[in-house]
């Protein structure tokens, strides 16, 4: 089990009405591990009033620093068909209720969703509203290292009030030669002054893209809306770039009317599930069998809740990375999962136990 390490927050940054960034300093005396553009934390968060630990990835939004890692977070908001329902556990409570000072837990760096600055293959970077963050720290990198490695940024927002790094990116737009910065807003307000705020008004699209990079067999690295990934990613693929050039990062923000659909009809299994009956979860590599305890969301965060690690990428049953053997017992989905489930397998992030379980893990 990779150990999770304690962080004084030592400064707090609005970035926008919605994003705030969290400069981190390790409160041990040990240098901070090295990270590659583009990876995450994952954070062990003690929310108060929650009586389980809440598990959440935040990637590095800025260059690696030997004093301190920087991760911003977007506050999300009640879906907006439904403000009745609660805001983002973790992100409001990051964006409210953390203060300067305070010490939060994370592990890591790890994740494969990164690029290697030094190499000088032009790279396209597509990013979507919040998924700037990985893409922000990789522009940022091959800025400082390398300047033959030529960068086409696309960046995708839904207008002024949610543009966040503005100033972090005119300073890249005007001082490097081998960057190539776009901007697109979804819409436009009064003083956006385009050339200056904004490039182009609309959604990203593969037009402009080609344009301005005059060829497509590039390497790609996507993070934002699923839509957005969706739409570049089936461009890309249908004018010829290998899959294997396409690379892609979900943060897990599905269509707020998919999750709720999704969420209320889990809600509904989930309590027909709840009864009196005392499952045990067996880790059979770990050597560990323990009671579930049904105040964790999935299996996966009960077993990282008792000190048993289970590779993941999304949290969220979309990647796939989480799969696991089940020898024994049957588990429930409580949503549908992008990633496919083989037999005899199963996404510990995205489901609980219903009876007795033995996983190869
Ligand atoms: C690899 C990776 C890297 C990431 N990096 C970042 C990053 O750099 N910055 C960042 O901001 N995020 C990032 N994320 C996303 C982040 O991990 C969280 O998923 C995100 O902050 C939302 O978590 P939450 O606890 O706030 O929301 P949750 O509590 O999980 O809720 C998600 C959404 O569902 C809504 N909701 C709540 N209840 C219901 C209901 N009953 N029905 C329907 N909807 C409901 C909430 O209002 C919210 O909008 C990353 C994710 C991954 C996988
Ligand atoms: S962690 Fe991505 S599918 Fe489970």
Redesign the pocket.
Known sequence: MKPYRKYKVIRKVEENSL?VSLYLAPIDDRPLTLFMPGQ?LMFKLHIPGQPVP?F????F?DIYSPEYYR?????????LN?PT????????YLYDCVKEGDILEAKGPS?D?YLNPGDNKPVVLIAGG?GI??LLSMVKSIAKINPDKMVYFFYGVNGSGEHSFQTEIQELRKGYDNLTITTFYNKISLGDVQGLHYDHEGYINIKTILQITQDIHLDYYICGPGVMMNYVTGELEALGVRKDNIHT?????RS?QN??EE??ES?TNEESLKNDTVFSIEFLRSGKKIQWDDRYRSILEFAEGNDIEISS????GDCGTCLTEVREGNVHYLHKTLASIDKGKCLPCSCIPTSNVVLNV
Not at 71 to 79: D, F, Q, Y
Not at 249 to 253: A, G, I, M, V
Not at 313 to 316: D, E, S, T, V, Y
């Open positions: 994003v995450h809440v959440r990835y935040y990637s939004s991760v911003s977070i977007k506050k999300e908001s009640a879906p439904n329902l609660a805001n983002g556990l973790a992100s409001s994740g969703f919040i963050t990985p990062e979900s943060f897990n923000n707020y999750l709720q969420t209320l809600l990428g999304c949290l969220f």
